[in-house]
């Protein structure tokens, strides 16, 4: 007997009978496709489905002209509608190379990508993002490169004209101004209007990213201009030059040698100052030459490690001595003089009251209103408005030219006093090093120093180098590529797409990559780890897994004190563990070759050497160590 329910039953094994069907038929003309790989035959003369000619010299293919022109080696997205057209174009009409796609499986990661290749190679990558949706997504991303001011190119697909849109999807991913979604942390933007406003803005986009202190930037890329047919008419691209960067005022520098010179105790603090090798050997010669020690706050390698006037972890000391401080592009110059405690807010002053302070920057440069990344105000007794790179040799120069013979034999006795601190600073770090070093959970200190033994024969470069402390402390630095920095805005997700990022660069370059990243970090998007399978990135991922948000227990330990509760419940809402996370088989679910978890702290070397062959071998590895809390 027929019953609805039946009728329904019997429908639905119909409609399910005849999808399988139709899915083995498509799967079969797949695999002919993908063995015999044909040619596409040449479009009919006639008109398409729609009754219009097929679009043999769309827009899109000029927007890559323009890409191309700029020298752009990759580009990373992940695939959208909005920009389906330039996608097309970079594969076929510029037969993906320079720039080469990259397939990111969320905004935010190729977005950190560019992030970290930016600092590794000097040079930008592009970001495609799918209008609203996407720039949402990556807007986190794009505020941590705006506050370590790296450049990212951003390109948005977007449906300006409202009549053209497709209904449903189109309109909801479509918006009137795409940049307005993060001006406040762009450094300029466009939507263009035509062909050749899309080429002259995007060419001025990149001039102005790169002149410092560089930041992103974002084109609109509309649907409509990539999509439809190119007309008669001209286009041109315009040439791209570069500004020179913005050296200090040499009166000013000539100034700010006088006061060097005639300092007691001057001090150097080193920020985010240099960009290259050039930059690292400008400051050694500018600290030698005054035999002035520098403290390096580690959000670039503008300093070696081994240099005896790298006294970075006598800070404390050397400010509350200071006479005279030279900043170089610090973004918190106040917290340099200053402490200020949790959870009271009590302010102690750390430096001298009559300490002068000299600061080369260009942040007056990029103020805005509604994001607070300028830190407190600190006025500067000397502020110099300049890129602090640049600015550095005619400094040392300036320095030169007034230091007398008597005052560079006074300046010079001081050097074995600074060899002598550096020596037992260097001895102060071994012996914290080994606190507690059989320990399980691993302690940081040891995971630090095993990941060196396993790196320091290669040409290497930790490519996320702020999450701990360790290596910054114990690994010899001396190039400026061997420590790249942290996410500039804190924004946990940074990690993991930044290093892969960073290994693409340094692959290109021959440079052996490693990272030692966060287990939270990396749950924020860990599908970057098939965008490293994928493309064949080379590199070592070291799992700083201590099973929890470390930062966030304290803090809430930190409340539950003031409040006289119990500490202990600090760790619900903070820990990840009722399961643990297997990042071994995450990242074997990624096609990414993994190991651990690790708990016995004498098996993490070996696991590192299998790993480091399998890196050198061309592939990311990966290998999971529980860690202590910090």
Known sequence: MSTPERDNDIQRRAFLKGAAAAGAALAAATTATAAE???????????????????????????????????????????????????????????NRKPEFLTALHEESSVAMAHGYAKARGKPMAVFAHSTVGLQHASMAVYNAWCDRVPVLIFAGNGTDATARRPGVEWYHSMQDPGALMRDFLKWDDQPASLQHFAESTVRAYKIMMAPPPEPVLIACDIELQETQIHAGTLSIPKLVLSAPPQADEKALREAAKWLIAASQPVIVADRAVRSAEGVRALVELAETLQCPVICTGNRMNFPSTHYLNLSENRASLVANADVILMLEVADSWGVLHGLGDPWKDVRRVAKPDVKVIHITLADFLMKSNYQDMQRFLPADLPISGDAETSLPPLVDAVKRQLTPARAA?????????????????ERQKAAAALGWDAS???????????????????????????????????????????????????????????????????????FSVTLQPDGDLLYAPGVLWTAAHHKIPLLIVMFNNRGYGQEIMHVQRM?????????????????????????????????????????????????????????????????VVCQLR
């Open 37 to 95: 790989e044909p040619r596409p035959a040449p479009p009919p003369a006639a008109a398409n489905l729609a009754g219009d000619t097929f679009v043999t010299r769309p827009g899109s293919d000029f927007m890559v002209d323009v890409i191309k022109s700029l020298d752009i080696d990759y580009v990373a997205a992940n695939p959208a509608a909005s920009f389906r057209s330039i996608h097309e174009s970079i594969l076929n009409y510029g037969g």
């Open 410 to 426: 006074t300046l010079g006795q001081k050097a074995d006093g600074f060899r002598t601190q550096h020596r037992e600073m260097k």
């Open 441 to 511: 959970p691993v302690t940081t200190a040891r995971l630090a120093t095993e990941v060196w033994n396993a790196v320091k024969n290669e040409t290497w470069s930790l490519v996320v180098s702020d999450r701990v402390s360790w290596p910054k402390r114990l690994w010899p630095t001396t190039e400026y590529h061997q420590m790249l920095g942290g996410s500039g805005g804190a924004g946990v997700g940074y990690s993991a797409p930044a290093a892969i990022g960073a290994a693409l660069a340094n692959r290109d370059r021959g440079i």
């Open 560 to 624: 539950a004190n003031l409040h006289q509760r119990n500490p202990k419940n600090a760790r619900i809402g903070t820990m990840m563990w009722d399961p643990h996370v297997d990042f071994a088989k995450l990242a074997q679910a990624h096609g990414v070759w993994g190991e651990g978890p690790i708990t016995d702290p004498n098996a993490v070397g070996p696991a590192l050497a299998r790993a480091r062959e399998i890196v050198k071998g061309g592939a990311p590895a990966l290998v999971d």
